[in-house]
């Protein structure tokens, strides 16, 4: 029994294809990332040094600060990246800070700086008050949450025991989602512009430009096969 062994694709014919499949790669892959991308809205939280702010690795509840110790707060809209969130803008400076308030027995000493983010971070209809200092005396024992307590009442948690608002800011919302680039509002749509970071109608003519210009150049591809 014989047969015709399969024909393997051409090469002026896999090229043209090929040439198509990266061109609408290149097209569709950053529209696909920027449509899914998304910030958050929260109270980034952060330790004070000699170098400036680090990120707390570990919530305030968990997280026990010895005396002379700077928490820093940060209101940011940012992906949710942690150390790669805004820091606070006013400087860790505990003796500046605390140099009005004489130590203590039992009590310790932290500075505690509130940044409340700008207007671009603030939900709609809100406005971020100043960044301010205090300095808590509380019990040597007191974790920064306490510590927080102490000099920004009222605070505000969700249900999951995540700090939602310091000193009543912001009025509503807890870590919600907003998209990426956008300055107030939830997650979605938006009428004009292409805001909601959707591929755009330009972007589609340009990928039917390019399969119509691939199918043309297999067409091609083909006639010369036959003569």
């Known amino acids: 029994m014989t047969g015709r062994a399969p024909r393997a694709t051409p090469a002026p014919l896999l090229l043209p294809l090929l040439v198509l499949l990266a061109a609408c790669a290149t097209l569709l892959g950053p529209a696909a990332g920027a449509s899914s991308a998304a910030d958050y809205r929260y109270w980034s939280f952060w330790k004070g040094g000699a170098d400036g702010w680090a990120y707390q690795q570990v919530g305030p509840a968990g997280n026990v600060p010895a005396d002379g110790a700077v928490d820093g707060w940060r209101f940011v809209l940012s992906p949710d990246g942690g150390q790669d969130a805004p820091r606070p803008g006013p400087a860790p400076d505990f003796a500046a800070v605390c140099a009005d308030t004489a130590p203590s027995g039992g009590h310790k000493r932290v500075a505690v700086v509130l940044d409340f983010g700008t207007a671009q971070d603030a939900p709609g209809g809100e406005q971020p008050p100043a960044a301010r200092s205090s300095c808590a005396s509380v019990p040597t024992a007191a974790n920064s949450a306490e510590v927080l307590a102490a000099v920004a009442a009222p605070l505000r948690y969700d249900s999951g025991a995540m700090l939602c608002a310091i000193s009543g800011y912001p009025h509503a919302g807890c870590g919600e989602q907003v998209a990426a ?30 399969v119509l210009l691939g199918a043309g150049a297999v067409w091609q591809a083909r006639r010369r096969r036959t003569r």
Request: charged share 5%; proline share 7%; no cysteine.
């Open 181 to 210: 680039g956008a300055n107030s509002g939830p997650t979605g749509g938006s009428s004009g512009g292409g805001g909601d970071g959707g591929p755009s109608l330009g972007l589609y003519a340009g990928v039917g430009a390019v």
